[in-house]
């Protein structure tokens, strides 16, 4: 065969093999690691754990530390009921975060997909603004609204609507609202993105047969989008779920959230086979979900006609 029959097969083959070069380097090896981490002992030394494997050390020191691994980090993760009640917080913030941001996110993608075709850029980069200014400095602002002194309550106040200020943080009222805040551009975009490709006919037609506008979107536009609305959730659910800096900020000392019980164990106790153990947990939690939605979207591409 000559080296000009050869050269497609050989081109597609390289471009095959460089996502999964990147994905083994950026993923597969630090995952490796953290499971090894995960399976270690914490010890008061430099790294603080064991044991620390030596390539180089021989084979009988090589046996002797993988009989050293453990899963007593594991059993303490699935035992102790401080970690228990940390997943299922988050599970819970998330959730919520990610259902009150499908009930915004709809109407502002609607609206921005009904704009004229010359203001549509503009709308979407009023979506992606808060993007220019720092994330940790935006959510500092937040506490500066939402304090006692803030302006929420110099407003209500003024209004005469209360006498004493009402407690906005250190609640969880203040923790899904900057999560809201924080992801509301990644659950609008791919809700645009799904609702800007439909028909306008469809919609035209259901309302000359009598539909009003609710039931439009709940039987045409909702089915059609659907796509879209998954791919936003997992966009906003995935890293609302191990957010460190929102509860840190607006949630109080005795918020309990995942990624941050993952943060004291890894920098406040130097318990760096615990967080190790914390984070494979929190990536099994987060994988079927991933795994289930990939599914739904190659099948619903192999369907398509």
């Known amino acids: 065969m000559t080296r000009a029959a050869r050269s497609p097969g050989w081109s597609r083959a390289w471009i095959a093999a460089v996502p999964a070069l990147w994905l083994a ?15 270690s002992s914490p010890a008061t030394a430099q790294p603080p754990y064991t044991p620390v494997f030596d390539l180089f050390a021989g084979l ?3 046996t002797a ?23 299922l ?32 850029p503009f709308g979407l980069a009023l979506v992606i603004l808060p993007f220019w200014t720092s994330f940790l400095i935006r959510i500092y602002a937040w506490i500066g609204i939402l304090r006692p002194e803030g302006y929420v309550n110099g407003v209500l106040r003024w209004l005469g609507l209360i006498d004493e200020p009402i407690l906005f943080l ?24 799904a609702v800007d490709r439909l028909d306008p006919s469809l919609a035209e037609a259901a309302a000359d047969l009598g539909c009003p506008p609710w039931k439009t979107f709940w039987l045409v536009t909702l089915p059609l989008s659907l796509p879209g609305a998954a791919a936003g ?33 890894f920098f406040s106790n130097r318990d760096w086979p615990l967080a190790s153990a914390l984070a494979i947990l ?22 398509a006609p």
């Open 89 to 120: 917080s988050s599970l819970r913030l998330a959730g919520v975060a990610t259902l009150v941001l499908l009930l915004i996110g709809y109407p502002a993608a609607m609206a921005l997909s009904r704009l004229p075709e010359r203001w549509k």
């Open 282 to 303: 929190l990536l099994m939690v987060l994988l079927p979900p991933i795994i289930l939605w990939r599914r739904l979207e190659a099948r619903r591409w192999s369907t």
């Open 170 to 193: 250190n609640t969880d009222f203040a923790i899904v609202l900057g999560l809201v805040y924080a992801y509301l551009p990644f659950m609008v975009l791919p809700l645009f993105a």
């Open 60 to 62: 009988e020191r090589l």
């Open 65 to 87: 530390d993988l009989s050293a691994l453990t899963l007593a980090n594991f059993t303490t993760v699935f035992t102790d009921v401080l970690y228990v009640d940390a997943l």
């Open 233 to 265: 959730a997992l966009l906003v659910f995935i890293p609302s779920l191990g957010e460190i800096i929102v509860p840190d900020l607006l949630g109080g000392s005795d918020t309990l959230m995942i990624g941050r019980t993952l943060w004291s164990e």
């Open 25 to 39: 380097a950026l993923f597969l090896a630090p995952f490796a690691i953290v499971a090894k981490l995960s399976l």
